[in-house]
């Protein structure tokens, strides 16, 4: 029986997707929840927790991300991440990923078990079996088994202080994403026009690295191959040309649209529908129309 | 401090889609890495003696020369003669060997991930080879009394950790580090800067593919039919796709 563990990181939003794509390894499926994460203690938590597992799956978020390899490397095991699709093959976890910036996808085969994997959990659907229920908080249940003594000293390495920019949300589960590339000209666009449609949407704002690197918007926004992996519904991309860079961040959302003045702009390649037109022109009629429909 | 930051030649990032083909990366021209260049730019801002290292072809020494223009202070070149897709594993096991050599370092950086696989593994592996923590998506370095004092970025926005040295940092991009262009003068003086080199054999180290293998790769083809909508279409379109969200 293929014991397969599922680690979720607080108030997981991706851990409908992550179930679904454990669920579909076959097997029997727990959920292990991080409340309070701090790397090193929690590196050792996960190590005794997962014993005897044949794979663990993760999320992509920091935390996911900061400790999976290295869990893997504990438990003897491999790891690979940023994967689209998981199965068993042969009794070895085979994860496809994009590489080259998502000019192209690669089927990788984990050679040692247990197979350690984070995936764009929101691209995967959510299985029948829904989210098992977890266990204990993994840190805790350490702290009361082990002897005290074992991690004399202070700890390594501490995170003393968490700062939520704009938005708690995290663009990675955003289910609408509005974003904004060089086209929108400064930061002013962003305030005045695309904050408000995005409100409208009920949707998140994102951004191509252009217009981060500009300073225009916050860092935190960025989406692509040097940003953040999306998978919303729906992304509109506004004065985006859709450089592969940025497509790499975006290749799992199921509906692309666009406005940009450009009609040969490569974002009109893997839109569904679009508008050519100066968003400057586009944006605030289509803000009067949504508020119209809306009404 | 004594810092060391490992760089990657990869093929061009930004060579466009159309043009990518699996058979011809091999022959395309040669870059370094951005996020390890994000990292060298971390660490020259912080402060202190910093080594550059990088393991890979012959032809990597062009990416510590550029280093070394930006004012890197060493370079150290493990020369892979052996196995030309090693596997995350493989090149944190080469990169600990030559960091137990040159010795000594407070802080180790690396790139979060690398542009052309992008496995975003190596500076956690490495940190689990020489048995250090590992802090991931940092974007600035601060001096603390004993250590550093480290701001990296999350979903939702930054935290600040706390770390004691020697300690292992994976670095991300942000407005702050974005990597000085070297003078050209500095240029020229870097291509007679001695470089260090390494051969596997010297480090004694396997490169053999003990993490993963990659099976099979292929170039995705999607394109899909843009239907070109008026204000009043999109408007409701946009609002039939939000509502089933």
Partial sequence: ?295 | MNILVCLKQIPDPEIPARDFRIADIGSANLVSDIFGENALETALQFGGKITVLSFGAPSAEDTLRKALAMKADAAALVINDTNPNPDPLAVAQVLAAAVRKLGGFDLILTGRESGDWGAGQTGSLLAEELGLPCVSFVDSIEGREGGVRLRRQTESGFEVIEASTPVVLTITNDEHNVPRIPKVRDVMAAHRQPLTTFTLADLGVDVSNRWYEVIEMSIPTKETACEFLTVEELAQRLLEVTAGA
């Fill in chain 1, 1 to 295: 029986m293929n014991d397969v563990v599922i680690v979720l990181f607080g108030n997981d939003r991706a851990a409908e997707g992550l179930a679904g794509a454990a669920q579909r390894l076959g097997g029997t499926v727990r959920a292990i929840r991080v409340e309070e994460y701090q790397p090193e203690e929690c590196l050792t938590a996960l190590a005794e927790e997962c014993k005897g597992a044949r794979a663990i799956l993760f999320s992509n978020d920091t935390y996911s991300q900061e400790v999976a390899p290295r869990l893997a490397h504990r438990l003897g095991g491999s790891c690979v991440g940023d994967g689209i699709d998981v199965q068993f093959v042969d009794g070895r976890l085979r994860v496809t990923r994009q590489v080259y910036g998502g000019k192209a996808e690669a089927v990788i085969a984990l050679k040692r078990t247990p197979g350690v994997a984070w995936l764009r959990a929101r691209s995967f659907a959510p299985g029948n079996a829904g989210v098992p229920p977890a266990g204990p908080p993994p840190s805790r249940r350490r702290d009361a088994a082990e002897p005290a003594g074992e991690d004399a000293g202070a700890p390594k390495t501490r995170i003393v202080e968490r700062t939520a920019s704009q938005s708690e949300a995290r663009l990675e589960d955003a289910r609408v994403i509005v974003s904004g590339g060089r086209g929108i000209g400064g930061p002013e666009g962003f305030a005045q026009e695309l904050q408000p449609l995005a409100q409208l949407l009920g949707a998140q704002m994102a951004a191509s690295r252009a217009a981060c690197d500009a300073g225009w918007v916050p860092p935190t926004w960025q989406v692509g191959q040097t940003g953040k992996k999306v998978a919303p519904d729906l992304y509109l991309a506004i004065g985006i040309t859709g450089a592969s860079q940025h497509m790499a961040g975006i290749s799992e959302a199921k509906q692309i649209a666009a406005i940009n003045i450009d009609r040969d702009a490569p974002i009109f390649k893997h839109c569904r529908f679009g508008i050519v037109e100066d968003y400057r022109k586009v944006v605030p009629l289509l803000r009067q129309k949504l508020s119209e429909l809306q009404r």
